[in-house]
């Protein structure tokens, strides 16, 4: 039975979460403050962690940081009264997973829930496959995309993706010379409609330019192309 840290100090929350949660065939650990919801997410190493924003003592931003900065790459789903996209933003920069606005359908929690655990098994399985025969390959320069097992590889060097990453990567070289707008690739990507949240994408790119160029000021693979979005090309 996967585990959920839900780390929330609102009880009523923690209730619904909790009920629904387990209806859905979870098993839930909670947490009231910030200090502890840490120390379980160090301790427990949960599935996955639902995590608020605003929270006695260590806040929700601080503890993502704490725990990708200590190498625990639990997957986190954000919570926020607010919906201010700054904050949006700085938290997906920060290691976390996918994002809700308070308030929320308990059912779309839980289709968050199966959705970040079932990418992020599909990444781990992927990655531990031994099987590379006949597997399919997506190659651009000396970037090297084996899709099936979640792998990526630059000169032949593995990349160290996060899940979100290697998809947007992927998507990106499959389409190779398509200039792809922002809103195309939060629709392929994330899957659901993140209105007004364009910089989602701008982030991931970012990262994934740290991870691919050797000069991100002057990016041979992945080009901006101004006012409307990205393309991958070979170099």
Known sequence: MERILVVEDEP???????YNLEKAGFSVITAADGNEGLKKAM??????????????????????????QEKV???ILMLTARGDEFDKVLGLELGADDYLTKPFSPREVVARVKAILRRTKN????NSSADKASEPVVELGQVTIYPERYEALLSGQKLELTPKEF?????LASNEGKVLSRTQLL???????FVGDSRI?????SNLREKIEEDTRHPRYIKTI??????????
């Open 187 to 193: 629709d392929a990507i994330w899957n659901y409609d």
């Open 73 to 75: 790459n639990t997957p």
């Open 123 to 126: 990444f781990e399985e992927g």
């Open 12 to 18: 009523s929350i923690v209730t619904l979460l909790q």
């Open 167 to 171: 998809e947007l990567l992927l998507y």
């Open 43 to 68: 301790d427990e190493r949960p599935d996955l962690m639902i995590l608020d924003l605003m929270l006695p003592g260590m806040d929700g931003m601080d503890i993502c940081k704490t725990l990708r």
């Open 201 to 205: 994408v701008d982030v991931h790119i």
């Open 226 to 235: 101004r006012g409307f979005g990205y393309k991958m090309e070979r170099p």
